[in-house]
């Protein structure tokens, strides 16, 4: 096959970008040395070095691509540009291409040395058409050129022409999907376990939200395959970019459903030239994080999350303020010192009113308690040198902790969960009796090593909203006060629940947000079915915006039509997205053979699959009451392979729990048991479509039940 007759000249462009992006690196190296400090040096100067530091650590950070590739496309604005410059030209005038309204498209901007753009970031207003341009709407385009490359080399040219030069080369108009030869190469390249960026193929329905103004809370709806979760990181790094001040500063965090995804989506941004985004788990944000592991189930999950548990919290810490139960006696010298029981409930009332946290009106009833006690005696006692000579006995220790104890957001819970006493009181008229009982756990007697589940992260969130820091503690210690970001993405948000939401309120500086999901994915005990449903517990300080990505590019056409017949049971008021892709292999779909085990067909299934995709990944895909026995058959095989829960996506042949699995792409899945799947999981039909939505090349369905109706239409 002939070669482009450009690729010469184009791969002498982008050695000289490189050979900038070089010398680029070396300067940014030597920003270290402007500022020398010694000994006796000012503070002013060693000030500025660390800034200067700083500068250069983040520069170094943007300018290291690794393998990915620098320049991945142009855009022409005039006709001139589309006749190429010879390689010299190119190579002794780095400003050539904008003359001719040509730029380069790349990851980061490089300039020459007389600071000519040599590459255009993709994020700058001047590379917008590269990704929204079409033929009824070319944007100023004449040609757009797509690069397939590996590492520095440019392997081929993929253009494509509009409006005029299009009708003079006798070409069509540009295609809806733009790029295509790039993007059907990206989508069946073999998957490595970690998601990659979408950086040199973006669609133009992409774009507008990566693109979208940042105030205000923007929802994104979008399906199986459509890239919305990539979207959304490209987001991040498109604001970064755009708004560096004040971003920069107020922070920008991304939130993902576990640990799991996290470490399936931690190279994105990097790639993109932004490490400073924090990557998170909502339990990542608790103040002085405790151990939390694992998940509740069943009506304790869902009572957990319900939005009532904010009064129910707030009604138990308000039980923990109250006066004595009987008048408080001391000795002191040769008199008795009292508080009577009216005393201290008005010690109480009035902390209630002064305070909005609890624990810092302890102080206040300290010292009130304290007064109280001086003001009983005869003579004129001093409160500090009652405070001094009584502050250490047991009783008045005791009606401290009764009358206002200082507590952690770990004892608060610990105390409610374990007294069903205090439970009973705080939940009723708001929790039904069932309710109630699902909370009680048995009381710990160390609440600081209790391991807790992620759905008690938002319990002990609330908690610290009511309490605050405990008293005396140092100010400078940075971990006081709840941590606020500029902007938040929140990914496969259709699960979280509405005290998850009120988490997330409270790291909103200013109410930006972006907010992804797809509501047919919904499989928690708080599946959504509408995004009003969670629009209405987020900011609202500006009206919100929606956006639907409606093009599948990662799902064959096959595959996705097996999991359609799914979603009109699991969602009907739901369409599933439009694939780009209609080649592929069908589902297969596999019966365990009499005398044979589920466990034992599926380990010949991952076989024959693992042999199909070659260097491809392999996900086998489990309700959870699965998982051990599949593994157990993959490892009597021979089969080399992981548990995700342990292990990521850090193998070829990965054992899934099926309850893990959204948002992640695999280049062949087996999904075991449909039916258990089914039947397992809080939103059945969901999680199964959720399963079926996973493969970007084969798909296979291994079953020993019958298998749903749905599965066997013809």
């Known amino acids: 096959m002939a070669s482009h007759p450009e690729l010469e000249a184009e791969q002498a462009y982008v050695d000289h970008a490189y050979s900038c992006l070089d010398s680029s690196r070396a300067l940014a190296s030597q920003m270290g040395s402007m500022v020398e400090v010694g000994r006796g040096g000012t503070e002013q100067a060693r000030f500025e070095r660390e800034v200067i530091y700083e500068t250069m650590v983040n520069r170094l950070g943007q300018l290291n691509l690794g393998d990915a590739a620098l320049c991945f496309g142009r855009i022409d604005t005039s006709v001139e540009g589309l006749h190429t410059p010879d390689a010299d030209d190119r190579v002794g005038h780095g400003s050539v291409a904008s003359d001719h309204g040509t730029f380069y498209i790349g990851r980061v901007a490089v300039s020459d040395a007389d600071q000519e753009p040599v590459v255009v970031d993709w994020r700058a207003p001047v590379a917008e058409p590269f990704y929204r341009a079409t033929g009824p709407e070319p944007l100023g385009l004449v040609r757009r050129r797509h690069f397939a490359t590996r590492g520095r080399t440019v392997l081929d040219i993929d253009d494509e022409l509009f409006g005029d030069a299009a009708l003079a080369l006798d070409a069509p108009d540009g ?12 989508l069946t390249t073999a998957r490595s376990g970690r998601l990659s960026d979408i950086v040199a193929t973006i669609q133009g329905e992409q774009d507008e939200v990566i693109r979208a103004p940042l105030p205000g809370v923007l929802v994104v709806q979008g399906g199986p395959g459509t890239g919305k979760t990539v979207v959304a990181l490209h987001r991040a790094a498109y604001l970064l970019y ?100 009216d005393t201290s409930r008005r010690i109480v009332a ?6 909005r946290r609890h624990n810092a009106g302890r102080r206040m009833v300290d010292n009130e308690l304290f007064a109280a006690l001086a003001a009983s005696g005869r003579g004129d006692l001093d409160a500090a040198a009652v405070r001094d000579q009584l502050r250490g ?17 770990a004892q608060m819970l610990n105390d409610l969960f374990g007294s069903p006493a205090l439970l009973a009181h705080a939940g009723s008229g708001v929790l039904t009796d069932d309710e109630v009982r699902s909370l009680t756990a048995e009381r710990r007697p160390d609440a600081a090593a209790i391991a807790w589940t992620h759905d008690d992260a938002p319990l002990l969130d609330e908690a610290r909203a009511l309490l605050g820091p405990k008293p005396g503690r140092r100010r400078d ?8 970001y500029g902007h938040i993405v929140v990914d496969e948000a259709q699960d979280l629940s509405p005290m998850q939401l009120r ?23 708080w599946a959504h079915q509408s995004w009003n449903e969670i629009l209405d517990l987020l900011p609202q ?9 409606t093009i599948g590019y990662r799902l064959p056409a096959p595959n996705m039509a097996l999991a359609a017949r799914v979603l009109r049971l699991a969602a009907p008021d739901l369409t599933p997205p439009r694939s780009i892709r209609q080649d592929g292999d069908p589902p297969l779909i596999v019966a365990t053979p009499a005398g044979m085990s589920l466990a034992a067909t599926v380990a010949a299934t991952t076989a024959a699959e693992l042999e199909a995709v070659g260097v491809g990944n392999v996900a086998v895909i489990c309700p959870a009451s699965l998982v051990d026995v599949v593994s157990q058959a993959l490892a009597d095989a021979g089969i080399a392979h992981g548990q995700a829960t342990r292990h990521g996506l850090d193998t ?21 048991e449909p039916a258990a799947i089914v039947d397992e999981q809080a939103q059945g039909m969901r999680s199964l479509y959720v399963a079926l939505t996973r493969a970007t090349k084969r798909l296979a369905v291994v079953h020993d039940r019958p298998l749903p109706e749905v599965l066997t239409e013809p």
């Not at 989506?265 to 985004?277: K, T």
């Not at 070829?652 to 075991?672: F, H, I, N, R, Y």
């Open 175 to 186: 295609p809806g999907i733009q790029g295509h030869g790039a993007l059907i190469a990206a």
């Open 503 to 525: 988490m997330l309120n409270r790291r909103s500086l200013n109410g930006s947000m972006t907010v992804v999901g797809d509501i047919a994915q919904s499989t928690g005990q």
């Open 652 to 672: 070829q042949v990965t054992v899934v729990p099926v309850g893990l699995v959204k948002g992640l792409e695999l280049d062949a899945s087996v999904v075991v």
């Open 541 to 549: 300080r500006r009206p919100a915006r929606r956006a639907e990505l």
């Open 350 to 355: 009035e902390a209630r009113r002064r305070y």
């Open 477 to 484: 210690a940075g971990d006081d006060e709840v941590r606020t």
């Open 242 to 341: 755009t708004h560096r001040f004040p971003l920069d500063r107020q922070g920008v965090l991304v939130i993902g459903p576990n640990r799991l995804f996290l470490g399936y989506i931690e190279q994105v941004l990097p790639s993109l030239g932004e490490a400073g985004v924090e990557l998170a788990v909502l339990a990542d944000l608790l103040v002085d994080p405790p151990l939390v592991r694992g998940y509740e189930t069943g009506l304790t999950a869902r009572v957990k999350g319900d939005a009532r548990m904010a009064q129910v919290l707030a009604r138990a810490l308000r039980d923990r303020q109250r006066g004595l139960r009987a008048p408080l006696e001391v000795g002191f010298g040769l008199q008795t010192l009292r508080v009577s029981v």
């Open 393 to 409: 006995q047991l009783a008045i220790r005791e009606a401290l902790d009764w009358m206002w104890p200082v507590l952690t957001p």
